[in-house]
C-alpha cells in the first residue's frame, strides 16, 4: 500500500509505503506506482492526533441541543446543574460517549484521555458506560480512562473506595479536583488520591481550576508527592490556571519545581481563566500537553473534538504568531501528548505503525493556523475517514 | 421564489417568499410548492453576517503561507514587521482582499467595515486598492471603508493630509490608533481625527490597544469630543482592552460615559489582550459589535472571516455558555453591527432584503456554539454561495 505524495511535517515530500499496518519506507516520490496507490496530492501528513483531556461520559453529543442551565458561574454551580441535567438523560453515556468518540477519529484523533465522573450519587455507572466505548472501539483508537472525583472526594463520603474500585475495574489513572477549592483540605484531597495511586501502581491527572498563590501551593504539593512516590513522568495537572494568574517569577519557580518532579501540565486554552505561560513552563522543562476538555455538555456549549481546532485555540491564547509558536501548539496535540500518555508506539517514522492524518496545508503552523479539511484519517495502514467523514 | 421550510431565529418554521429581491412573505409551510422552491430542510435562516472590523488591505489570503516576522510582540514591532512583508508582496492588495471578500460572502458575511492602511510611507495606495475591491463587489456586499492611520497621526507626518484627502477621495470613516501609546499625545491625536471627521461630516471608528487607567482616559476623551461634535451614533471604538484591565466599577462607570455619548465598542474576542466585560457595557447602554479583526496577514496567523466562528471566539472568551449570552454574541455580528454600521435597510422582516444565511442548525444559540455548515447564502432572493462556496 503506497499513499503518494505526501508533504511530511518536516517540509519533504515522500511517499508514504506501509505493509502489514505499519510504515515500511518513506520513498522518493514516482518511485512505483501500484494499483493500490492512493494519491495524496501534496497533503501534509500528521501522526494521529492526541486529546490528552476529554469527557466522554459528559457530552451531549448527538442529543437535541440543551441549553446551559447552571444557576451560577462557580465550579460548585456547574457540578450542581449537571446533576439535573444528568437526571434528565434518556441515552446512556456509552452511546453520547461513541458520538464524540466517532468524530474525534473523523477529525484525525486516535488516542485519548477521558475522565469519567465517580461520586457517591454515581457510583461507578459512568466508568462502566465508558469502559463499553473503550471496548467498542479497541481496534480504532486508544482510550484511557481516569477515574474523576467531579464532587470532590472529602465532601463526597464513600468516593475514594470509589476510586480505588474504579482503578481495580480498568480506570488507568486516578484524578483529583481542587483540593482545596472542592474539598477544603489540600493534604486530605492528595493523601487520598496518591495512596491509591500507589496501591495500584497507576498515575494521576488532577484537575485544578484553583487560581492564584493558593493554586501555586497544590501545584507544589503534588509536585513533592510526586517525587516521594516515584511517580515522575506519571502525573499531570489539568489546567492550572494558577500558573497565568502569578507573577512570572513565581510561575518560573512553580516550573523548575513541576519539571524536576516530572509533572505535566495540561492546558486547552481556557476562554476566560488565565493562561498558564506556556513557553516559559517548556524552558524550564515542564512537559505541557492539549486536550478538548468540555465538548457540548451541562458545563460549556462550545467544542467540537477536533484537536487542530484546540492547538489553534491554544495558540491564539498563548499569543503565538510564529510558526516556531505554532509548531509548539502542535507538539501539545501530538508527541507532548503522546509521551504524557505513555504512548509507545506512535509517531511517523520508518517501522512505526501506519496511522495518520492527512490535511490539507503546506506546513504544520499553517495547519495550527487554518484547522484544514481532514481528506484522510489513516490507521494501521487503513483508511477511516474521509474528508471528515468515517469510512465503512 | 420561495424557500420552503425554513427555521426562523425565533424558532417559528415558515418558508420565506422572495419576490423582486425582497421578503414578501413568511408563510406557512406547505401552502404551495412552485417549481422554483428551494427546500431548506428545516435549516435555522439567519439575516446576514456582519463584520464590524476587517482589514482587506492586510490578508495575504491566497498566497502561499507567509511566517509572522515580527521581531517581538509590541505593536510597534508588528507595524515594523509589516512594512516588511508589504514591500515584500508581488500580489497587490486587491487581489488578496478580493480573495478575502469571496471567503467572507461564501461564509455569509455581506456587510463589513474594512479598516485601510494610511501612512506617509502608503500614502492612499491601499486606499485605491481596495476601493477597487468595494467597486467590485458592490452588488454583493457593502464595504465600508476606514482610512486607518496604522503608522500614527504625529508621529507619521503628513498622515493628517491623507487621511482627509482619503475621504475625500471615498472613505467612509476617519480611523485612529492609540493615541497615547503610538502618537503619545491624546489631544493632538484626537484634535486631528475629529477635526477631519467634522469638516467631511462623516463618522469615527478608532483603534485602542492601550489598557489600564491610560486606556480609560483616552475612552472617556473620545467620549467627550463625540458629544462636543453632536456625533453620537457614528464613533466607535476597536478593542477597547482596557475595559477588562480595570475594576469592574471602573469600567461601569466608562460605560454610563460612553453610553451617553453613543460610543460603541469592537470587540473580536482577543487571544491574550483582556476581554471588555460585554454584558455589563449593554447593561449600561453601550453598543456592543463584533469583528474579525487580522485574517492572515503579518500581525496574525489567525481568523478565516467567518463571523458565526467569530461569534464562538467572543462568546469563549466572554465566559458565555447559557443561551441567552450566545444569543448576545449572535447580536454583535448581525443587528448590532448593523446598527453600528448604520445599515438602513437590514433584518428579517416582511419587506426587508430578501437576504439570509440557511445555516445547519436548529436554533441561534447552536448556531454560535458549533458554527455550523453554510447550507446557503442568500441575496436578493438569489443564491450567492452553497455548502460555503460561491457559485456562479
Do not use: C
Not at 98 to 112: D, E, K, P, S
Not at 324 to 341: G, I, K, N
Amino acid at each position: 500500500m503506497r499513499f503518494a505524495n505526501a508533504t511530511l511535517p518536516d517540509g519533504s515530500k515522500r511517499d508514504v509505503v506501509a505493509a502489514d499496518g505499519r510504515i515500511a519506507a518513506f520513498a522518493a516520490q514516482g518511485d512505483s506506482a501500484p494499483s493500490d496507490d492512493v494519491d495524496l496530492g501534496g497533503a501534509l501528513i500528521l501522526p494521529p492526533l492526541v486529546d490528552g483531556h476529554i469527557h466522554l461520559d459528559k457530552t451531549l453529543l448527538g442529543l437535541p441541543w440543551v441549553p446551559n442551565q447552571a444557576a451560577g458561574n462557580r465550579v460548585a454551580d456547574r457540578i450542581e446543574a449537571e446533576r439535573k441535567v444528568r437526571a434528565a438523560r434518556t441515552v446512556p453515556e456509552s452511546e453520547t460517549g461513541a458520538n464524540l468518540v466517532r468524530q474525534v477519529i473523523a477529525n484525525g484523533t486516535l488516542h485519548m484521555r477521558s475522565h469519567v465522573d465517580i461520586d457517591n450519587q454515581l457510583g461507578l455507572r459512568n466508568l462502566h458506560e465508558i469502559l463499553k466505548v473503550r471496548e467498542r472501539f479497541r481496534a480504532l483508537a486508544t482510550i484511557q480512562v481516569v477515574a474523576f472525583p467531579q464532587s470532590g472526594v472529602l465532601r463526597s463520603p464513600g468516593t475514594a473506595d470509589l476510586l480505588d474500585a474504579a482503578v481495580a475495574e480498568g480506570a488507568d489513572l486516578v484524578g483529583g479536583l481542587d483540593p482545596v477549592g472542592i474539598d477544603g483540605d489540600l493534604d486530605g484531597h492528595l493523601e487520598v488520591i496518591f495512596g491509591i495511586a500507589e496501591k495500584r501502581g497507576v498515575g494521576l491527572d488532577i484537575h485544578l481550576h484553583d487560581g492564584g498563590e493558593a493554586g501555586i501551593a497544590e501545584l507544589l504539593a503534588i509536585a513533592a508527592r510526586t517525587k516521594a512516590a516515584g511517580l515522575a513522568g506519571k502525573v499531570a495537572v489539568s489546567h492550572a490556571f494558577a500558573l497565568g494568574s502569578v507573577a512570572l517569577s513565581t510561575a518560573a519557580e512553580t516550573a523548575d519545581v513541576l519539571a524536576d518532579a516530572g509533572v505535566a501540565i495540561m492546558s486547552h486554552g481556557p476562554g476566560a481563566a488565565t493562561m498558564p505561560p506556556l513557553l516559559l513552563l517548556r524552558q524550564h522543562g515542564v512537559e505541557v500537553f492539549g486536550g478538548s476538555d468540555n465538548i457540548r455538555d451541562a458545563w460549556s456549549p462550545f467544542g467540537n473534538g477536533d484537536m487542530l481546532d484546540r492547538a489553534m485555540m491554544i495558540g491564539y491564547r498563548a499569543n503565538f504568531r510564529h510558526d516556531q509558536e505554532l509548531s509548539v501548539a502542535y507538539e501539545m496535540v501530538t508527541s507532548a501528548a503522546a509521551r504524557v500518555l505513555g504512548l509507545a508506539d506512535y509517531g511517523l517514522r520508518v517501522g512505526g505503525p501506519a496511522d495518520f492524518v492527512a490535511v490539507t496545508a503546506g506546513s504544520v503552523a499553517e495547519a495550527v493556523a487554518t484547522r484544514p479539511r481532514r481528506q484522510l484519517v489513516v490507521k494501521a495502514g487503513r483508511v477511516l475517514a474521509r474528508d471528515g467523514v468515517l469510512v465503512g
